[in-house]
């Protein structure tokens, strides 16, 4: 889906809005790249912000834990939540400490989970695994039903979501062009690194050419 304009007036960008997106592929890839989600909510008048998995499919992004989170137990029961992602791309390195910043991609997810049950719910809990290790449904076990009936599966519509991206090189002040400091961006990256077997490894089992080969 293209857009243009902010599904909402709660999601649409006011502070440097000239970096807002509001389309679908987007919001897709950058929910696709990232590996870790923050979730805003509050209990009792309290805010709290918690870091967990993120998974997305089709038009919904996923999170999961223990059955007994408060976290999750809250969401299913309807209250609102804030899930937000952010990819850090670099660092903008000004001739002034006021424009230095960061280039990034965050997408802000507004709206009220969904309890995922069933079939659904195993569709779910292996998109978790391939969106961090593609590949990997195929060499492991199935889940149990007692670790199913531990794990507690939410979804949220993308409905309300917002894009921002930061990128390119500093914007420094005019006067500041003629400065001899050295200006410009660190690009930053998260990679893979070589794999380390666990210890308690059958002996001859090699590491599998999907994980060999992933990179990020």
């Known amino acids: 889906m293209t ?3 902010a599904p909402s007036a ?3 960008v006011h502070r440097l809005r000239e970096l807002a997106r509001y389309d679908r592929s987007t919001i897709n890839a950058i929910l696709d790249e990232a590996t870790v989600c923050h979730v805003g909510f509050v209990d009792e008048g309290q805010p709290f912000v918690i870091p967990t998995a993120i998974a997305r499919i089709n038009d919904h992004a996923y999170i999961h834990g223990s059955r007994v989170s408060r976290m999750l137990k809250l969401l299913i029961a309807g209250n ?5 992602v952010t990819l850090l791309d670099g660092i903008v390195v000004a001739r ?4 230095s910043s960061m280039n990034y991609r965050s997408v802000v997810i507004l709206g009220s989970g969904e309890k995922v049950t069933g079939e659904d719910k195993k569709i779910a809990l292996d998109a978790f695994t391939e969106h961090l290790i593609p590949g990997r449904t195929q060499d492991i076990r199935a889940s149990k039903p007692k670790e199913l009936a531990a794990t507690t599966v939410v979804r949220f519509d993308l409905d ?3 894009v921002k991206v930061s990128e390119g090189p500093p914007s420094d002040e005019k006067s500041d062009y003629e400065s001899d400091v050295w200006a410009g ?3 930053l990256e998260l990679k893979s690194g070589k794999p380390q077997s666990d210890p308690r490894l059958k002996s001859g089992i090699p590491v599998p ?4 080969k992933r990179k990020t």
């Open 209 to 212: 050419p999907y994980i060999r």
């Open 3 to 5: 857009r243009s304009t």
């Open 80 to 84: 609102p939540a804030c899930i937000t």
């Open 10 to 12: 709660r999601t649409k």
């Open 185 to 187: 961006v660190i690009p």
């Open 160 to 162: 309300e979501a917002s």
């Open 96 to 99: 002034s400490a006021f424009n």
